[in-house]
């Protein structure tokens, strides 16, 4: 019998996530630990920058129509998922980067850039400095209540991580359940995600690069075979 996999981001990535999962012969569990929440943002003048960086898909989709008027700036993307939603909604992606935001904000650098803008969650935000000239909060991911029965059919389960928050969060609500983090395996988007998760788990599956696809593959081959 296969593994249960539990899907804890928020949604819209959460139904996609489970589709994929269903659609690789899972069993799939929608999870999600948080909620995301548009916030109000002032749009800054496009001219005093050289791109927009994105390190999220909620950018894209919490930002609303002032997004339009950056429409002009490159985009500097991490991750395949966050690049697809600025392509889907006009914007020209010029890197994507597949580690993190430090790395890419690095090579953006070092090709030339000297003022990014960047949006993103206000939990989760890149602090201004170097070639950040600003960093605005376009969405909030609002932690929402996880009933413990449902905590205890991650016991022998896979749980999907795709955030540190995430990480953090689920280690959190697994100890003040008293659950035993030995009979859950984790499986992070990055060796970053599963540090935040902390020691004690079964088992910490980490994804080859920090796309959705990757991490199902992975998870796929043991959740079948384990």
Do not use: C, K
């Not at 496009?46 to 927009?52: I, K, N, S």
């Not at 993103?120 to 935000?125: K, L, P």
């Not at 749980?159 to 009979?183: C, E, F, K, N, T």
């Amino acid at each position: 019998m296969s593994r249960l996999v539990a899907v804890l981001r928020p949604e819209p990535g959460n139904s996609a996530t489970v589709a994929r999962a269903q659609a690789l012969g899972l069993e799939a569990l929608a999870l999600p630990l948080f909620a995301v929440e548009s916030l109000p943002w002032v749009v800054p003048n496009p001219a005093g920058f050289d791109a927009l960086v994105l390190t999220s898909a909620n950018s894209v989709r919490a930002a609303g129509p002032g997004l339009d008027r950056l429409s002009a700036l490159p985009v500097l993307a991490v991750g395949s998922a966050t690049a697809a939603a600025a392509r889907a909604a006009g914007f020209d992606v010029m890197t994507v980067g597949t580690t993190d935001a430090a790395a890419l904000l690095a090579a953006a650098g070092a090709a030339g850039m000297q003022r990014v803008l960047h949006l993103g969650g206000r939990e989760s935000m890149v602090s201004i400095g170097g070639i950040v000239a600003e960093s605005l909060a376009v969405y909030a991911s609002n932690s929402v209540s996880v009933p413990v029965p449902m905590l205890a059919r991650l016991i022998d389960g896979i749980a999907l991580l795709h955030s540190p928050r995430a990480g953090q969060r689920l280690a959190a609500l697994i100890d003040i359940a008293g659950l035993p983090r030995a009979r859950i395996m984790i499986a992070a988007l990055s060796e970053a995600v599963a540090t935040a998760a902390g020691a004690g788990w079964q088992a910490a599956i980490i994804a080859a690069h920090p796309a959705d696809d990757a991490l199902l593959a992975q998870v796929a081959a043991i959740a079948r075979h384990d």
